[in-house]
């Protein structure tokens, strides 16, 4: 049966996955009993899932996918002790319910897939990371990637266990355009801070479809970073001036530096005034075929 989850704003409804976690409209009429034949995803998304699967047990199905993870970009919740424990708990937990219940199914699946973020890359205005580069240990929210993909680990199980690190993540209906539209469409819309920081994107189809050539193809195991070919090259400044240009609007007005900082504070800040530029070398060796490389196409796919 179908069951509707989000992240980040984006509604995922899975039933019978190849169709629906691509991103089409799911169909009420089609959200018939499952066959035994049929592939079925079950996913995880905000909200008391992770707890009736702890309580249950994995249900019956070919494949994981795991969504879950409190917005750290909230603007409406003060960074503290209690927001970074719902953070952690809302990652690292969920996925330490959802190992646990993968290694000891019954009928395990055939597919475990996490997506996390590249958060666990040192921002650089310079560097560029590939699946391979190290990281995961020099702040907060690395060390939160490093535990929260530790914690999907199923040691002997025969699952193969697949790691999606997110770039910022484009799309129409949730996301971060969601929140940039009104000032771009009022022509108010600019860089954030120097505008120089990388900015590392991905198209939410790329996203969707990423994790789906990660459950179909059996060879596919260990890290993708999920962001555009063309990231390396765009920096917040580009990403701005293209988003205007996708408007029709300027993008002349940047957010100063001390403004993001006061709005987020100087945790969260860091992750938009700094960036990282991250290969998806390993996506694509893996024979992935992007949907929207370039940046110009997928605004004008978003907005337009």
Known sequence: MAQGHSRDGFSVSVTRWWDRFRGQSPDPAAAEPRAPSDPCVATTGQGSDHLEVSRSGLPLCDAVVNLAGENVLNPFRRWGDAFCKEVISSRVETTKTLAKAIAAAEQPPCAWVLVTGV??????????????????????????????????????????????????????DGGAISQMLLPFRLGLGGPMGSGLQPFPWIHIQDLSGIVCHALEKDSVRGILNGVSPSSPGTSNGGFARAL?????????????????????????????????????????????????????????????
């Open 244 to 304: 205007g240009a996708a408007l029709g609007r300027p993008a002349l007005l940047p957010l100063p530096a001390w403004a993001v900082r006061a709005v987020f504070g100087p945790e969260r800040a860091g992750m938009l005034l700094e960036g990282q530029r991250v290969l998806p070398k390993r996506t694509l060796e893996s024979g992935y075929q992007f949907i929207f490389p370039e940046l110009p196409a997928a605004l004008k796919d978003i907005v337009g």
């Open 119 to 172: 958060g666990y890359y040192r921002p650089s205005p310079t560097a560029e990371y590939t699946e391979d580069s190290p990281g995961g240990d020099f702040d907060f929210f690395s060390r939160l990637v490093s535990s929260w993909e530790a914690a999907a680990l199923t040691p002997g199980s025969p699952t193969r266990g697949v790691v999606v690190r997110s770039g910022v993540v484009l799309g129409r």
